[in-house]
Each structure stands twice: as C-alpha cells, then as structure tokens.
C-alpha cells in the first residue's frame, strides 16, 4: 500500500492544523501554537508562533488584548498590544489596531486605523555590505593616490 520512500515524506513534511477560537467564544491566556490561529472571538494573552510559515487571523469581529509574535499576521478585527510580524502584516479595512507595529513586510488596505507607531524590522543577514569605495580599493583596479614608488 505505502512504499518506504512514501512513509518518509509523510513524516517528514510537517502540516500543521488551524486552531480556532470561535466566536462567542473567550480564551484567557498565553497561546503558543503551530500552523494557523484564527481568532472570531475574544483572546487575552500573549500569541507566539515560532515556526515560520505560522500565521495568525484576528477576524471581524474577533479581538486579542495582548502582545502578538508571529511571522505573518492578518488583522481584520480588533488588536490591543504590540505586534511583531518578521515576515508580513496585512491590515484589512476593518482592522482597529492599538499598539506599535513591527513589521518586514505590510499591506494596509483602505479603513484600516493603527494608534501606535509603525517600525520596519528588517532581517539581519549574516553577509555584510560593501561599499563602492570599499570595493574599489580592494579589487586592486584602482591605484592609491600620493603614493611614492
């Protein structure tokens, strides 16, 4: 039924479910997940996802009151905290977000109202720049001035 090489990639290829906060529905507490949290109700409590393609949804009509700190984040409900997007925020038109933002990447589309400040956070990369003149000097193209020989 299965070959060796297909139970492999099964255990390998990590899916992760969505977890659901429905509305009508409060949850009090720090929530560290996997995969996708979408939020239709009410969450008081810090939201972290350490995993990189995880992604939380505050719907319309959902709320969370705390710090969030997830690679992606769609907002299209109501935000009272900080939030910390490494990768991308997209604020919806419905989005009422009343904290700083620190993002990589944003969308804001059209109604959307932030109180608070918005800082790009770029990812820092292990290579490091060079400078034109740096280049120059080093690449041994270019002769010092006002140097005797």
């Known amino acids: 039924m299965f070959k060796k090489s297909d139970k492999k990639s099964q255990k390998s290829g990590k899916k992760f479910g969505v977890t659901l906060i429905s509305e009508d ?78 993002y990589n990447d944003i969308e804001i589309e059209k109604g959307a109202t932030v109180s608070g400040s918005l800082v790009r956070e770029v990812p820092q990369s292990n290579i490091s720049s060079i400078s034109k003149s740096d280049k120059m000097v080093g690449d041994g193209l270019s002769k010092p001035l006002n140097k005797k020989s």
């Open 25 to 102: 529905s409060s949850f009090r507490g720090d929530i560290h997940f996997q995969g996708c949290l979408e939020v239709q109700g009410s969450l008081k409590g810090q939201v972290v996802s350490e995993e990189p393609t995880g992604q939380v949804r505050v719907l319309s009509g959902g709320s969370v009151s705390g710090q969030i700190s997830v690679p992606n984040v769609v907002i299209n409900g109501a935000v009272k905290g900080d939030i910390f997007a490494t990768k991308s925020i997209k604020l919806e038109p419905s989005a009422l977000v009343e904290g700083n933002i620190y």
